[in-house]
């Protein structure tokens, strides 16, 4: 599978007219509050952070639930509302959140325990589960192979796509991380090796 760039792609900040610093929140249309709060808080682990009504829409409950790092996820749920999310384009595709290397095998057991699927695959610059939440949309829980600091990440992925494009390669693997974190003075041997396909094309 090869695939050629359209587009630049560079760690290098963009000269636009606007900047910004980081990740506030997301906020997503749910199913009902009590299926989300069993999925995001008691079986992912997020904290109930806040819940009101929605400001523009009373009917609505809004949930912010703190994802791990202070970055902060939020729903518009309503009791007795079900949905499955739409795949156009402005919709949510998915959302993918961290989890630590060594409890990968503990989460893979609690989704089956807690009667969830799940498809593991290994994406190359990381490895991840895929799961559904009450509602139907797909969240990714996934484990970082490498250990890259948080303000680095961009810069990695970036020169680890040149890699990927300088070998003719149709995605980043393993050996174009490790050269670019390499190349970057940063830890180049893998702090997690999973066995899974890498469902491309799936």
């Known amino acids: 599978m090869e ?6 792609v560079t760690a290098e900040a963009p000269d636009s007219p606007v900047h910004t610093i980081g ?6 249309m749910g199913g009902d509050s009590a299926g989300t709060i069993a999925f995001y808080r008691d079986l992912l682990g997020m904290p109930l952070v806040l819940e009101q009504p929605n400001l523009d829409q009373p009917e609505l409950t809004h949930l912010f639930f703190d994802t791990g790092d202070g970055r902060i996820l939020t729903f518009f749920t309503k009791e007795g ?3 499955r999310p739409q795949r156009g ?9 961290s989890i630590a290397p060594e409890e990968f095998d503990d989460t893979k057991q609690a989704l089956q325990a807690a009667g969830y699927g799940f498809n593991e695959f290994d994406r190359g610059a990381f490895h991840s589960l895929y799961t559904q ?4 949309l797909i969240v990714e829980l996934v484990v970082e192979k490498y250990d890259i600091p948080d303000d680095r ?3 990695v992925l970036a020169l680890a ?9 149709g995605f980043v693997d393993d050996e174009h991380m490790q ?4 190349e970057l003075g940063l830890d180049p041997e893998p702090q997690f090796a999973g066995d899974a396909p890498t469902g491309a094309g799936v």
């Open 3 to 8: 695939h050629t760039p359209e587009f630049d």
């Open 23 to 28: 990740t506030d929140h997301m906020t997503v």
């Open 81 to 83: 509302q079900r949905t």
């Open 89 to 97: 384009p402005g919709n949510v595709h998915h959302l993918a959140f």
């Open 133 to 136: 939440d009450p509602g139907g």
């Open 153 to 155: 990440r961009g810069e």
């Open 161 to 169: 796509h040149e890699k990927r494009v300088e070998a003719g390669a």
């Open 179 to 182: 050269e670019a974190l390499d």
